[in-house]
């Protein structure tokens, strides 16, 4: 601990001790420590975005937003079960910096602290997706997925709708499908629009493009699939609340090599999240495609 102390690290727990939490208007419990560089307004608008029925099921949850996150050692060895001390800096130093991850989650006197760098993001829109992450699997893991939406993102998967909207998702959907995470979904069914591969109910083996050469499709991997589902509901809840909070370029949330999902497909998720989880008052959800010059 004499380097920590050196650095100015404090435990996360300490904090969690020691900071008072505040409540938002819509029930989500939050805490600043340090110089986070955060201004009230933005990171108030941030919080607000969540509608009041995805923070209900997060009242177990308490997020910190200090300047950096660091795991004493290294990251936690899952392997052995153990984990190394997630120490806190007041500000950002370059060695700190250099050890810091984008968040870590530490159980405090029952309550589940997920404390977030936000020296370490580069504006708003990497704080506020960091954030919103965080938030879509936190809902995953207290209320599940709804059916409605599991069974549009399978269907857009059997109709081989191109791209996902993680790394997470793209691996579990290949892996659920029989597939390698190396292969690039496409549209496969001569002659179908989008929207009518969507709308599909016949089953996955009889459907154009199952197989091969008329061969029955791979067995779906249950697990996988299970997984898949998951990931693509986090994703698309972040994605929904960050569009209504930064105006950005769908482009920009592609990370590490895989194709992103089609627009349309993830306009189509969007839609129905919005219906889910309506916006809160003073926020509004739209979609606008951008026209290629001519």
Known sequence: MTGAAQLDLLPASEIARSVSLQTSATGIRYAVFGEAQLSSTDLERIILAVPRSIAAALNAKAYYFVPLVVAEGGAPDFGSGKAHPVLIARDYTPDSGDKAVCHRNVTCGGTECIFISTRLMQDRFALAFEFYINIGHHFVDAAGVPESFADLVWNQAVSEVRGETSQDAWEHRAK?????????????????????????????????????????????????????????????????????????????????????????????????????????????????????NR
């Open 176 to 292: 659920a499908r029989g597939k390698s995470p190396d292969s690039t979904f496409e549209h496969s069914w001569p002659g179908a629009s989008p929207a009518s591969r969507l709308r599909s109910k016949v089953p996955p083996a009889e459907q154009p493009g199952a197989g091969t050469y008329g061969k029955a499709a791979p067995a779906v991997d249950e697990k996988a699939r299970a997984e898949y589902i998951e990931a693509a509901f986090a994703d698309a809840i972040a994605i929904y609340l960050l569009s209504m909070t930064v105006d950005f370029d769908y482009t920009e949330l592609r990370e590490r090599e895989y194709p992103l999902l089609a627009a349309p497909a993830l306009a189509d998720r969007l839609r129905h999240i919005a219906q889910i989880f309506p916006a809160n008052a003073g926020h509004e959800f739209s979609i606008r495609y951008r026209r290629r």
